[in-house]
């Protein structure tokens, strides 16, 4: 009997199952997940010595972790053996639902990061918040998005240890909660390095008041249990009133406060009180400005409780923390009202109001006054701007991708740039190859290893062997053959969990990634109207291959307009499954709760990558990494990681258009999208559907909105501000030079070839190989 099966056996006799065959999921979930936690007990338990990073970050969107811990210890094919033998299904955990602890790149890439971490055998923990419902589980509903709690611990959660005697008190304006620690191991490749995710989960101090109940105020009775209940239960609560914003800045300095005492008391417990070594013992990342508020909380208890002065305690902050920014979004800085601020975490903001002095005091030593401070003031206005405290405060400042640090320098932090240029660093976003080819897609991985030997599993620039095979006849046919197998694989997954039937025979273009504007899925939509009234007009390419348009996304609550395009996409869909002429050549389906899960499937199955946000507005992307690595060459514009991409794979592999950033700027005020409505006919035929009444968005007026938002423009923002019908006609036009390329099986393969062979330099282990070496100090 193998290791495993030994230990596997032992923990399902634990569970007091009847026999092997009849255990329920819950019983052999917790055995598996028995088995591999006692495999990593002892190196868990003994960290490497030496320096430790800490990543703080709102999202860690870890997925289904069983499958992959399996993997990293080299025990998943033990584990599928094991369960063959017993005429059990290897795939049951499938049935599990992912740890709903995120929602998009951010959550994924710390994610990401810790898996490259463990496996480099650097020391990296994570620090978050364990998150009860998660972001929230998605249905579509007659077209609509809708949310529901995303219960994903229902079958349990074997991989997390809670630690009550490691818990904490974190204080607020209106009381004290404890912060209490679960830990999770994080398994490098091969099993020797185990780092540690900590996410805190909120008790309150006082979970029943007697006297209230006493008085019959029986919801009153349990009104502290609420208000700590409520700091963990979703990822991003609505906040478009006061109450849901103070929700948001309490779950903000829950887990920076928490995490920063349990830093602490690590440290006093290994060397005593020598604060000024601290930065020598522990580098702290942030993961955006979520987590930003720890800056003000560590200096307050350096200078509350140690009684530390002002400018040592500053120094020492300084050298700990890092700040990774992710947007150039000006609204997603975020910025806190003052009043607000107080109202919640009244002594941190104290001090937030110390380093805006010291910061005001060092600009009017270089000369900085008036209205050239503007852009420095940490507290402008009533609001405390956060991505300026955490680039004042910090040592590092790191954009997420080549181009998106360029447009950090020139534009969103230029002025910051001007006065502290040595802090500046770009740390391109990787993904690991471990859970996004390894596991997620076995054939193509199977292929790549028969080619080049596993290597690739800890240097993924050994992908660059490949490129001979690219011109290898009986690879590429080998290739092809693969994602036909993927895309065979989702449809009956499609058919079997949703009831949609669709053909493994059609060109598969995927769009998966977070709804927002910026990233322009209606663009995507708009370009599928256009080829279906083509259809309609019969002047489509008599080549055309059929095509699925694969959409995954979530959108934000809150979020109104994102939920029109929502309603948008799935009528457009509608309209298309009601006409068998257009059935034929096009379908669109929306596939509802996207996840890591989902990924794991849709991703080695796609053949087209969509990418097509407007240029200069996506940090990076990595969505993009990973349909690369899987063979899907990139349908997108000249932005974020799409540059790098091309790059490294050549523009012939790929499909690039719209206009670029140097374009827009160009551009300019001078832009009317008006002019480009009137005068092109096929721009005015999509987007008159919006309002004519042939696509039905229930009477909610989602459309009209839409519809006005991009010709007239809101207070807030211009006509069409992320350059829709400016690049629509290239955009269609590019899709159907991919579409008639396609035709070409042997040439779409070599693309597709060629893009893995040169998606090295996108494994995440390079990246936090970058941040060890150059931020950490590791």
């Known amino acids: 009997m193998a290791e495993f099966e030994e230990r596997y056996v032992r923990w399902l006799a634990a569970q007091d199952a009847e026999e092997e065959k009849s255990a329920t999921l819950i019983e052999q979930y ?19 010595k030496g320096k430790t990073a800490c990543y703080f970050s709102a999202e860690f969107l870890i997925g289904r972790v069983i499958y992959a811990n399996l993997l990293n210890l080299g ?14 299904d290897p795939a049951l ?29 650097k020391k990296l923990d994570g620090y978050g918040i364990r998150y009860k419902y998660g972001l929230f589980k998605q249905e579509i509903e007659n077209g609509f998005q809708v949310e529901h709690p995303d219960d994903w611990q229902r079958f349990g959660d074997p991989f997390s240890i809670c630690r009550p005697e490691e818990k904490v008190l974190v204080e607020f304006a209106e009381g004290p909660v404890w912060a209490v620690p679960y830990d999770m191991p994080v398994i490098g490749y091969g099993g020797k ?19 209230r109940f006493d008085k019959q105020e029986y919801s009153g009775a349990y009104q502290k249990l609420i208000e700590a209940l409520s700091i963990h239960s979703v990822l991003y609560p609505n906040d478009d009133t006061e109450e849901g914003k103070k929700l948001r800045l309490r779950q903000q300095y829950f887990f920076s406060s928490a995490s920063i005492q349990s830093i602490l008391r690590d440290f006093e417990k290994a060397g005593g009180k020598q604060w000024e070594k601290l930065p020598e013992h522990y580098a702290v990342q942030l993961n955006d400005t979520h987590p930003t508020v720890a800056i003000p909380e560590l200096l307050r208890v350096l200078m509350q409780r140690e009684c530390m002065p002002f400018d040592e305690a500053f120094a020492i902050v300084q050298k700990v923390f890092a700040y990774t920014n992710h947007t150039v979004m000006a609204e997603a800085l975020e910025k806190w009202d003052v009043a607000l601020f107080g109202s919640v975490i ?24 008036g209205p050239s401070r503007r852009p420095y003031e940490i507290v402008q206005e009533g609001r405390v701007h956060m991505a300026r405290l955490a680039v004042y405060a910090t040592h590092s400042t790191n954009g997420v991708a080549a181009l998106h640090t360029e447009i950090l320098k020139k534009k969103t932090l230029k002025e910051w740039y001007a006065l502290y240029p040595e802090r500046f660093n770009n740390k391109t976003n990787g993904v690991t190859q471990r859970r996004w080819l390894a596991l997620c897609n076995p054939a193509l991985a199977a292929f ?64 998966v990634k977070r709804l927002h504007e910026y990233k322009r899925q209606l663009l995507n939509a708009f370009s599928i109207l256009e080829l279906y009234f083509r259809i309609q007009d019969g002047t489509l390419p008599s080549g055309f291959t059929p095509m699925t348009f694969l959409f995954g996304a979530k959108s934000a609550p809150g979020y109104r307009r994102a939920k029109g395009i929502i309603k948008f996409i799935n009528e457009v869909a509608k309209r298309i499954e009601a006409d068998p002429l257009a059935r034929e050549k096009i379908r669109v389906y929306f596939v509802p709760d996207y996840n890591v899960s989902m990924a794991e499937r849709m991703i080695p199955a796609a053949e087209l990558s969509e990418q097509i946000s407007t240029a200069g507005t996506e940090a990076s992307g990595t969505g993009n990494m990973k349909l690369m690595m899987n063979g899907a060459p990139t349908l997108g514009t000249y932005d974020g ?24 700027e160009k551009l300019g005020d001078a832009y009317n999208p008006m002019t480009i409505y009137k005068k092109d006919p096929s721009v005015r035929r999509v987007l008159d559907t919006l309002v004519d009444g042939s696509l039905d968005d229930d009477g909610t007026g989602m459309f009209e909105e839409l519809y006005r938002s991009l010709l007239y423009g809101k207070v807030w923002h211009r006509p069409d501000q992320y350059f829709l019908l400016l690049d629509f006609p290239d955009y269609v036009k590019t899709k159907l030079r991919a579409n008639a390329d396609y035709s070409d099986e042997r040439a779409f393969q070599r693309k597709c070839l060629l893009n893995i062979a040169a998606c090295g330099m996108f494994s995440s282990d390079r990246t936090v190989q970058q941040y060890a070496q150059e931020i950490w100090g590791l």
């Open 30 to 48: 917790a055995a598996v997940g028995g088995a591999i936690m006692e495999k990593v007990a002892a190196a868990w338990s003994n960290p490497a």
């Open 193 to 211: 390095t185990v780092n540690n995710l900590r996410l805190w989960q909120a008790e309150p101090v006082q979970a029943f008041d007697f006297a």
């Open 641 to 664: 990681a799409n540059v790098e991409i091309v790059q490294q794979a050549g523009e012939e592999n790929n499909y690039i258009f719209g206009a670029r950033v140097e374009e827009l």
């Open 93 to 121: 955990f499938t049935q599990v639902d992912d740890a709903a602890l995120g929602n998009g790149g951010l959550g994924r890439l710390a994610a990401c990061f810790l898996d490259s971490a463990a496996t480099l055998g």
């Open 75 to 88: 025990e998943l094919e033990e584990m599928r053996r094991a369960f063959r033998q017993r005429g059990l």
């Open 346 to 369: 009244p002594e941190v903001y104290a001090y937030v109001v110390m380093i805006w002095d010291r910061l005001r005091r060092e600009l009017e030593k270089k000369g900085i006054t």
């Open 448 to 511: 790549v290893t028969e080619r080049i030997g596993p290597g690739w599993l800890t240097d993924l620039s050994e992908m660059e062997k490949l490129r001979p095979y690219a011109d290898d006849t009986a690879s590429l046919e080998a290739l092809a053959a693969i994602k036909r197998e993927n895309k065979q694989n989702l449809v009956s997954h499609l058919r079997k969990s949703q009831g949609v039937e669709l053909s493994a025979d059609s060109l598969f273009d995927v769009q």
